[in-house]
């Protein structure tokens, strides 16, 4: 049987996958992580000497059936149905933290039950720490942008008036903020100096040396194999620093693109020395011909890519997976 660890909210790249097994016959579930929280008809059960079994929505799954598992993305609600019930902001959040505890742990429980199977992006895997990577990604001999992480105004300051052009971004994952039916989402921003009016101290912060770019490459990796299409984002304004800040009166250029081998060489090396067999990265073509590495995300959307490139992906996904199934 095949296992896909998925999440409620609009995931295409699921539903795409699934409709190839549909045509392959293949014997699968679809599992959410917010069916963990409410309205799943859950049930985990031990009995001596018997493989931990699990009812969802009234079908019994013995994990001992599962042979591969595929990790697209997990839990998003975090009890809403619950905590909009509660009128004290102090014990709301003590709840919320509460309630996640309880059903991190099961989840963990069942990551662990399946932590044999065959695995399309591990869930311990989803969830990469950027600066672990950038540190592994110079090992293999990637070229990546001048770094700092600092809290200092004076080392920031210096940092910009060398490299004149600079950019921020999350040291962690940007999250993205709801606030009266508007969305706050994090961007890579340009840093100028009259940005830094700020104290001599401060959180934290991670900065980069702005990369000139050519245009830009992202790559799905796929078991070995690499997957590129290069994104003119330099062409207008508003993608030019973040190309997540999507024109869509006046979308960017997409084109498929073959990274040098030895460039996927070095991508292939890294994935597999940081555990994944699976994810999206962002490179950039710099004016001199160089490509510069910058991040992984191992459950990134990559429905462009195979879209725009006929790679199909979704397909081959699908055949990942019931070739593993067996």
Not at 298 to 313: A, K, R, T
């Amino acid at each position: 049987m095949i296992l896909i660890c998925s999440t409620r909210n609009p995931e295409p790249s699921t539903i795409d996958v699934m409709d190839w097994l549909f045509s392959m016959n293949a014997n699968f579930i679809r599992i959410n992580g917010e069916d963990f929280e409410k309205d799943a008809d859950i049930s985990i059960s031990y009995k001596s000497n018997n493989p931990i079994s699990l009812i969802y929505k009234g079908k019994k799954v013995s994990l001992d059936k599962v042979n591969v598992c595929w990790y697209r993305r997990w839990r998003q609600l975090k009890f809403p149905y619950i905590l909009n019930e509660m009128d004290n902001h102090t014990l709301k959040e003590q709840f919320k933290k509460y309630l996640n505890m309880e059903i991190d742990s099961l989840s963990s429980f069942f990551w662990l039950e399946l932590s044999k199977k065959k695995w399309l992006t591990t869930p311990d895997k989803s969830r990469l720490n950027k600066l672990v990577v950038l540190k592994y990604a110079q090992i293999h001999n990637l070229k990546i942008p001048e770094t700092i992480i600092t809290s200092s105004r004076s080392e920031l300051i210096n940092f910009m008036n060398k490299h004149k052009e600079v950019i921020t971004k999350a040291i962690a994952e940007g999250e993205a903020f709801f606030l009266d039916n508007l969305n706050y989402t994090f961007y890579t921003k340009e840093l100028l100096l009259n940005h830094v009016n700020i104290p001599e101290s401060f959180i934290p912060i991670l900065v980069q040396k702005k990369v000139e770019k050519e245009f830009e490459i992202r790559t799905f990796y796929l078991v070995g194999k690499c997957y590129s299409m290069a994104m003119f984002t330099q062409s207008d304004p508003q993608t030019s620093v973040d190309f997540r800040h999507y024109n869509i009166e006046k979308p960017n250029r997409w084109v498929p693109f073959k990274l040098p081998l030895q460039e996927e060489k070095k991508i292939d090396k890294l994935m597999k020395n940081l555990g994944l067999n699976n994810g999206s990265l962002d490179i950039i073509m710099d004016k001199k011909g160089d490509y510069v590495f910058l991040e992984i995300n191992p459950v990134g959307q990559y429905g462009m890519v195979s879209i725009g490139c006929n790679y199909h992906l979704d397909y081959l996904i699908a055949d990942f997976l019931t070739k593993n199934d067996n």
